[in-house]
């Protein structure tokens, strides 16, 4: 649910178009209704919301009026609600626990961009919005996850690239100090690289990490983190299943609001408006197959078995095509980067799963990931 597409930080990276689009707080009624159709009427037990933005904390009222219209419908319906938040940490009300047990909020996402220096320059308030508290975007942040880490999970996503690998030692260090990861409730932090999601973001191609600079930093995280405090997928234990979806945009009873009125597949889309698959607030015009919405029946077919490179891919079980974003924006660097992931890291779970670890430097060849089909017929044969 993206509240709204502004924000109070100007942060360099951000591929928002930071419009003052917002939901309203006559649209949480029209919420309750696809609520009711995509979750009521089809049984389902349970209704998430992430709320997203912009900053989803600048749109206070709308989120208030929603939660709890969300809320009472699950109530009067006997299905569980839940809810979590993605923020940049500097726009929170004082009474934190009271706001996180009124919104249910199981999980919150707070990103950082390095050490006070690196972070506060790169996250700078932006002057339409800055208040007499606004000093550092940093000190806020830090303050709200010693707060935060008593009420509910906490997710801790580093943003890295060039210009502030060298803090994460420091930030990870920062972290154990002020006793975040022991806390009644689990904290994990997260590495994450600052990419080129779309071509909105494509002027973040000279900063971005090589493979190997990442991979370096994510095992640095790795080695200095407790286990509790390292993000599941990065935990290797054991074999790896199967999987069969990789994520909510293929979920059909999944919905991504933008603050647009229109709805999305995938939350980094929103904003994109020929890439909405359909519109929910009454009074926009119905989407058509040649404008917006053309990309809904690509989403309905989405089906990795039939990709030229996923068909004949070794990995394809258990990575079944990674990111469906990569594959419609034809981001042929982003699909091999995945393979790249599998290749060195299929081995080390494999391995895991027998109690055993692999030879440093051990990885699988592109030619274990592709089967020659020839080969394979022939020994069929
Ligand atoms: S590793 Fe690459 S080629 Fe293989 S299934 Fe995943 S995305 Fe497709
Ligand atoms: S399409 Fe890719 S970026 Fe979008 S939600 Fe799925 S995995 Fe994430």
Same mark, same amino acid.
């Given at each position: 649910?993206?509240?709204?597409?502004?924000?109070?930080?100007?942060?360099?990276?951000?591929?928002?178009?930071?419009? !003052?689009?917002?939901?309203?707080?006559?649209?949480?009624?029209?919420?309750?209704?696809?609520?009711?159709?995509?979750?009521?009427?089809?049984? @389902?037990?349970?209704?998430?919301?992430?709320? *997203?933005?912009?900053?989803?904390?600048?749109?206070?009222?709308?989120?208030?009026?929603?939660?709890?219209?969300?809320?009472?419908?699950?109530?009067?319906?006997?299905?569980?609600?839940?809810?979590?938040?993605?923020?940049?940490? $500097?726009?929170?009300?004082?009474?934190?626990?009271?706001?996180?047990?009124?919104?249910?909020?199981?999980?919150?996402?707070?990103?950082?961009?390095?050490?006070?220096?690196?972070?506060?320059?790169?996250?700078? *308030?932006? =002057?339409?919005?800055?208040?007499?508290?606004?000093?550092?975007?940093? +000190?806020?942040?830090?303050?709200?996850?010693?707060?935060?880490?008593?009420?509910?999970?906490?997710?801790?996503?580093?943003?890295?690239?060039?210009?502030?690998?060298? !803090?994460?030692?420091?930030?990870?260090?920062?972290?154990?100090?002020?006793?975040?990861?022991?806390?009644?409730?689990?904290?994990?932090?997260?590495?994450? @690289?600052?990419?080129?999601?779309? !071509?909105?973001?494509?002027?973040?191609?000279?900063?971005?990490?090589?493979?190997?600079?990442?991979?370096?930093?994510?095992?640095?995280?790795?080695?200095?983190?407790? @286990?509790?405090?390292?993000? !599941?997928?990065?935990?290797?234990?054991?074999?790896?299943?199967?999987?069969?979806?990789?994520?909510?945009?293929?979920?059909?009873?999944?919905?991504?609001?933008?603050?647009?009125?229109?709805?999305?597949?995938?939350?980094?889309?929103?904003?994109?408006?020929?890439?909405?698959?359909?519109?929910?607030?009454?009074?926009?015009?119905?989407?058509?197959?040649?404008?917006?919405?053309? +990309?809904?029946?690509?989403?309905?077919?989405?089906? =990795? $078995?039939?990709?030229?490179?996923?068909?004949?891919?070794?990995?394809?079980?258990?990575?079944?095509?990674?990111?469906?974003? %990569?594959?419609?924006?034809?981001?042929?660097?982003?699909?091999?980067?995945?393979?790249?992931?599998?290749?060195?890291?299929?081995?080390?779970?494999?391995?895991?799963?027998?109690?055993?670890?692999?030879?440093?430097?051990?990885?699988?060849?592109?030619?274990?990931?592709? %089967? +020659?089909?020839?080969?394979?017929?022939?020994?069929?044969?």
């Amino acid at each position: 649910m993206t509240t709204t597409m502004d924000c109070n930080l100007g942060c360099y990276y951000c591929y928002e178009k930071r419009s !003052d689009e917002a939901l309203d707080v006559g649209d949480a009624d029209t919420l309750v209704e696809i609520a009711r159709e995509r979750v009521g009427r089809r049984g @389902k037990k349970s209704l998430h919301i992430d709320w *997203y933005g912009g900053e989803p904390l600048m749109n206070l009222a709308f989120m208030e009026r929603a939660s709890h219209a969300l809320q009472d419908f699950c109530a009067a319906e006997g299905i569980l609600y839940h809810a979590s938040v993605v923020s940049n940490g $500097t726009r929170w009300p004082q009474d934190v626990s009271g706001f996180v047990d009124r919104h249910r909020i199981r999980e919150v996402q707070i990103s950082f961009d390095g050490l006070k220096d690196n972070h506060d320059r790169r996250r700078r *308030y932006r =002057p339409v919005h800055r208040t007499e508290q606004d000093v550092s975007s940093f +000190d806020q942040a830090v303050s709200l996850v010693d707060e935060l880490v008593r009420h509910t999970r906490v997710d801790l996503r580093y943003n890295a690239d060039h210009g502030n690998a060298g !803090d994460l030692a420091g930030f990870v260090e920062l972290a154990i100090e002020r006793g975040w990861f022991d806390g009644p409730y689990r904290c994990v932090l997260m590495v994450a @690289k600052l990419s080129a999601y779309s !071509d909105r973001s494509a002027f973040l191609r000279p900063h971005e990490l090589s493979a190997e600079e990442f991979e370096a930093l994510q095992a640095l995280a790795e080695r200095m983190l407790p @286990k509790d405090a390292r993000d !599941d997928q990065d935990i290797v234990d054991g074999f790896p299943r199967p999987k069969t979806s990789v994520c909510g945009a293929l979920a059909p009873d999944s919905a991504v609001v933008g603050a647009d009125g229109l709805e999305y597949r995938c939350g980094l889309q929103v904003g994109e408006i020929h890439r909405a698959v359909s519109t929910f607030r009454r009074g926009l015009p119905l989407l058509g197959e040649s404008g917006p919405g053309a +990309d809904s029946a690509w989403w309905d077919s989405f089906d =990795p $078995t039939r990709l030229p490179t996923c068909s004949r891919c070794s990995f394809l079980p258990v990575c079944w095509g990674g990111c469906p974003k %990569r594959h419609l924006d034809a981001d042929q660097a982003g699909v091999a980067d995945e393979g790249r992931y599998w290749r060195t890291n299929l081995p080390r779970q494999v391995a895991a799963g027998f109690g055993e670890t692999v030879p440093d430097g051990f990885a699988f060849t592109e030619a274990d990931q592709f %089967r +020659d089909d020839t080969n394979v017929i022939r020994r069929e044969g």
